[in-house]
Structures are given as structure tokens and as C-alpha cells.
């Protein structure tokens, strides 16, 4: 491929499948949004390294049974998050129902270039584990709404179009669930 190439948009990736069926094209998209699943799933059910495969593998199995239904209403990132959202409140939902409680294993951070010493991992290990916590405190769907927003930095609009709420509800959710995140934080001993 070209260097001067630019890489080909969601959109057309997924025109290039529904074209052509282009497998190609649907292991670029798999490989681009790979890491976001991960991030989502691991902060939002908390879970063993299987069970996160397994979901990122449903997801994307989904993912690739429903490409054809993408019509370009909305971003693809909207209908992928869409689709990731309503597996992974799924699997919430049926933990919840079955009482099960999963702690995740920790990656380390390699954002940084170096290695994190024992208790630098350590800290880093109990706070996600004591955000994991205090974000159990709100519903699922808010869990999924603020992690968008503050995990992945989606728009408004985008979270309006992927929960077909109007965006002041989406807006006062956010800030219920991030004063009801902070306070769960204090009570669990959080110190910033």
C-alpha cells in the first residue's frame, strides 16, 4: 500500500464488505475497534482475561452477522457501540440475576514506556478494581453512558443516537452517575 495512502473509513470498509464481501475489510475493523471492546468490557463487568475473549468474540461474530444492517444512519462507531453495548449489559444482566462477581485481571500499562514497579501496579490494580466498584453502583445502561463519555469520549450526540434518549436526559444521567460514582469512591476510601 501506498504511504501517502490515507486508511480507509469505517463507512468504507463497511461498503467494501457489503460490496464484495471483503474479509479484508472486516478484519481492519475488528483490529480498530479491538482495543476499545477490551477497554469497555474490562471496566464495565470486571472481568477474568476468558471472559473477555469470549465477549470480544461475540461481539465481533455479531458484529460481522449484522454488518448489513449498517445503512450509514448514524457514525459506525455509534452502531458498534450499539451492538458492544447490548451484549455487554447482557452479560451484566445475567451476572446480576445469577449473583456472580468476576474481578479482572490487570494489563499493565505500557502507555508510559517503562516498566511500573510492584506497588506502583499494585495501586493501579485496587484503584480500577475500586472504580469497578463504585461504577456496580449505577444501572447498566448508565455505566455504559458514562464510560463512553468519560472512558472514550464520545459526544452527546453520539450517545443520543446510541440510547434514543433526548440529550438532557443523556446530560443529567452523566452527572447523577458521576456524583453517585464519586461518592461510592469516598466510601469505599478512595483519596484522590
Avoid: C, W
Avoid at 95 to 106: D, E, F, P, T, W
Avoid at 124 to 129: F, L, P
Avoid at 162 to 168: H, V
Amino acid at each position: 500500500m501506498d504511504s501517502d495512502a490515507r486508511a480507509p473509513t469505517d463507512e468504507e470498509l463497511v461498503a467494501a464488505y457489503a460490496q464484495s464481501g471483503d474479509r479484508a475489510a472486516v478484519e481492519i475493523l475488528i483490529r480498530r475497534y479491538a482495543p476499545r471492546l477490551r477497554r469497555m468490557v474490562i471496566t464495565l463487568i470486571g472481568a477474568d482475561e476468558a471472559t473477555v475473549l469470549d465477549t470480544e468474540q461475540e461481539v465481533f461474530i455479531a458484529l460481522v452477522r449484522r454488518l448489513g444492517q449498517f445503512r450509514g444512519q448514524s457514525r459506525f462507531s455509534t452502531f458498534f457501540y450499539r451492538l458492544s453495548r447490548n451484549r455487554i449489559l447482557d452479560l451484566i444482566r445475567s451476572r446480576n440475576r445469577y449473583g456472580r462477581r468476576v474481578v479482572a485481571l490487570s494489563e499493565p500499562d505500557r502507555s508510559a514506556g517503562r516498566m511500573k514497579g510492584p506497588e506502583e501496579t499494585l495501586m493501579d490494580s485496587e484503584r480500577s478494581a475500586m472504580l469497578r466498584r463504585a461504577m456496580q453502583t449505577l444501572r447498566p445502561e448508565d455505566q455504559m453512558i458514562l464510560y463512553l463519555k468519560d472512558g472514550e469520549g464520545e459526544e452527546i450526540s453520539e450517545l443520543t443516537a446510541l440510547t434514543g434518549l433526548p440529550a438532557g436526559t443523556v446530560k443529567s444521567r452523566l452527572a447523577r452517575s458521576r456524583t453517585k460514582v464519586a461518592q461510592a469512591l469516598k466510601e469505599f476510601g478512595y483519596e484522590h
